[in-house]
């Protein structure tokens, strides 16, 4: 009940954020219901090879490693790289099987997978869309549903079209959420109309499992108990009253978030990342994120 509650919330911000750019767009509850199929049908697909985690030490350190780093590219050799001919802007990379256990371009038989236009996101290599597919004698025999964006936000705040031409530019429709994520907590909160000075910081959104220690006629075992989006704070190490309160509001509506939310991230490794690296800038016009993608 309370879940359907919070999307309910979500949904209604939504639309109040459709009603303040006076702009025509379409019914979000049924965008919400297209997005969740969507993510839900990508990630079974690919989950029996991607069954392993980038924990939250993980992604905590690969920001303080790689915050400044001033080579962001990927770097291609590492991989087999496929162009495909309908829209040659794209880039494949295959992750499954590796180039080191699978040398030739092409797979003749089983299973492969490969990522849509991936970015280096600190240090990671990631993409929302992962491409599952199995050969057998040198033929494709079937494959999976993949997903096209990688939070409701960037779902919500680009419109679904078909695309005729041009790469598929997932990172663009991103940082279009991680703004509307801003904007919609703007319209929900009071925080930011008594500043005096800017605010900045950094933050990590990840998916966290609360668990507790149970004890039943087999001994004691560990319980999960529920599963939620919740805030690290990143930057500044030592924060004033401020800006400690700033992250503790905004912590407070990314953990009433619905799951779902935010699509798992596919890495070159096979794993899934959950984790959003975002900047964070608040005055009395109101909230400024950005993803560092």
Request: with cysteine; charged share 30%; aromatic share 16%.
């Amino acid at each position: 009940m309370k879940r359907l509650k919070l999307s309910a919330t979500l949904i209604a911000l939504l639309f109040a954020q459709n009603a303040f750019c006076q702009q025509e767009f379409p019914d979000y509850e049924d965008l919400w219901r297209e997005y969740k199929s969507k993510i839900d049908k990508n990630f079974l697909s690919c989950s029996w090879k991607f069954n392993k985690e980038v924990s939250l030490e993980e992604m905590k350190e690969a920001f303080y490693k790689n915050k400044n780093a001033k080579d962001k590219k990927i770097h291609y050799e590492d991989f087999l790289v496929i162009k495909p001919e309908l829209h040659p802007d794209d880039i494949y990379v295959r992750v499954y099987p590796s180039l080191k256990d699978h040398p030739a371009k092409q797979v003749v038989e089983g299973e492969e997978i490969t990522l849509s236009n991936p970015k280096w996101y600190m240090g990671f290599i990631v993409s929302p869309r992962a491409y599952f597919e199995v050969y057998n004698n040198g033929k494709r025999t079937a494959y999976a549903p993949y997903a096209t964006y990688s939070d409701f936000f960037a779902y919500a705040a680009y419109k679904p079209i078909l695309r005729l031409d041009g790469p598929y530019d997932w990172y663009n429709n991103t940082r279009y959420g991680a703004r509307l994520i801003g904007t919609l907590h703007s319209l929900g909160t009071d925080e930011h109309w008594w500043l005096k000075e800017e605010k900045q910081f950094s933050v990590l959104l990840y998916k966290k499992k609360d668990e507790e220690k149970v004890q039943d006629y087999q001994g004691i075992h560990t319980r999960l108990r529920r599963v939620y989006y919740s805030l690290e704070l990143l930057e500044p190490g030592n924060p004033d009253k401020e800006t400690q309160k700033l992250f503790d509001d905004l912590k407070r509506f990314v953990e009433e978030l619905p799951l779902g939310t935010f699509a798992p991230y596919f890495t070159s490794d096979t794993r899934v990342m959950t984790g959003r690296y975002y900047r964070v800038t608040v005055n009395k016009c109101g909230w400024l994120i950005e993803d560092y993608l």
